[in-house]
T-cell receptor, first 111, second 114 residues
Framework: LAKTTQPISMDSYEGQEVNITCSHN???????ITWYQQFPSQGPRFIIQ?????VTNEVASLFIPADRKSSTLSLPRVSLSDTAVYYC????????????WGAGTKLIIKP | DVKVTQSSRYLVKRTGEKVFLECVQD?????MFWYRQDPGLGLRLIYF???????EKGDIPEGYSVSREKKERFSLILESASTNQTSMYLC?????????????FGDGTRLSIL
């Protein structure tokens, strides 16, 4: 099973671009990479998902190199409201749910 | 928007009690999940269900059971609660195992076992 490793915490400032990297050296062929955001006292909220190369939506971009052993969540021009815990999840949705969650990165945005 | 509703936000129970945590989703999703979340450990899968009447063990099923009698409802049962089951419990749902759509989560039940 792919084990995911991400930084425990990160700090940044409003208006900056923030990149959070997740390492998943043993990722399997059918595994997708998904990122979630979680605020205190709420459940995780889906941000973005990808399989390879680059995926972009209205809130974030996800960069996945060719070997897929890592992925980077990019948050453009962060604001104070982006302070949250960000989770990386690797797994094959179509299998018997071999889903591997990272321990989460606590992102603190400063004014 | 998918809505996953957990019946209680906070719950306090005593050791040895039988505890029921309820979860309801409103989008006719086939798959439902129960996780527990502890500081520094991220999310750990307890049980999941592919469809009505079906259940599968996750990574940490010991001390728990589940019930899925209706498609929209997935219940987590602590047969005899213990203090080490004090945790945040999260329910999630997704369309089906044949889709790559992500899970949608409820806001959690913070359970304290005294």
């Amino acid at each position: 099973l792919a084990k995911t490793t991400q930084p425990i915490s990160m700090d940044s400032y409003e208006g900056q671009e923030v990149n959070i990297t997740c390492s998943h050296n043993n990722i399997a062929t059918n595994d997708y990479i998904t990122w979630y955001q979680q605020f205190p006292s709420q459940g995780p909220r889906f941000i973005i998902q990808g399989y390879k190369t680059k995926v972009t939506n209205e809130v974030a971009s996800l960069f996945i190199p060719a070997d897929r052993k890592s992925s980077t969540l990019s948050l453009p021009r962060v604001s104070l409201s982006d302070t949250a815990v960000y989770y990386c999840l690797v797994g094959d949705w179509g299998s018997n749910y071999q889903l591997i969650w990272g321990a989460g990165t606590k992102l603190i945005i400063k004014p | 928007d998918v809505k996953v509703t957990q019946s209680s936000r906070y719950l306090v129970k005593r050791t040895g009690e039988k505890v029921f945590l309820e979860c309801v989703q409103d989008m006719d999703h086939e798959n439902m999940f129960w996780y527990r979340q502890d500081p520094g450990l991220g999310l750990r899968l307890i049980y999941f269900s592919y469809d009505v009447k079906m259940k599968e063990k996750g990574d940490i099923p010991e001390g728990y059971s589940v019930s899925r009698e209706k498609k929209e409802r997935f219940s987590l049962i602590l047969e005899s609660a213990s203090t080490n089951q004090t945790s945040m419990y999260l329910c999630a749902s997704r369309i089906s195992k044949y889709s790559n759509q992500p899970q949608h989560f409820g806001d959690g039940t913070r359970l304290s076992i005294l």
